[in-house]
């Protein structure tokens, strides 16, 4: 069982940056991969970025590679999200996911997470 909670959001103008953080209970979270999903109004949930159980592999979308990093502490039970030129698209809900099967390879399939944050909302100004 793990329990989510996100935190970070805001409102920021276009070129800005932001810094997600996903708290996470549960003494097994350091064995879970965990993922970053975004939703706008209207669209479907979406990729946004993953990292291994261990920190030692990390997963981008395209669209956001190169401005956003995935990391996690696991001391803390903690996953960020660095969110740097923001641009109006990143306009969304994020949402901290936990894949609870140990020791997993990442996904980036939101189907395969079975645990998920309440969400956090970002919005861009342009």
């Known amino acids: 069982q793990a329990q989510l909670v996100e935190s970070g959001g805001g409102l920021v103008q276009a070129g800005g940056s932001l810094r997600l953080s996903c708290a996470a209970s549960?003494?097994?979270?350091?064995?879970?991969?965990m993922g970053w999903f975004r939703q706008a109004p209207g669209e479907e949930r979406e990729f946004v970025a993953a990292i291994s159980w261990n920190g030692g592999s990390t997963y981008y979308a395209d669209s956001v590679k190169g401005r956003f990093t995935i990391s996690r502490d696991n001391r803390k039970n903690t996953v960020y999200l660095q969110m740097n030129s923001l641009k109006p698209e990143d306009t969304a809900v994020y949402y901290c996911a936990a894949d609870s099967r140990q020791f997993y390879p990442v996904s980036v399939l939101p189907g395969r997470y079975d645990f998920w944050g309440q969400g956090t909302q970002v919005t861009v100004s342009s």
């Open positions: 549960g003494r097994t979270f350091s064995t879970y991969a």
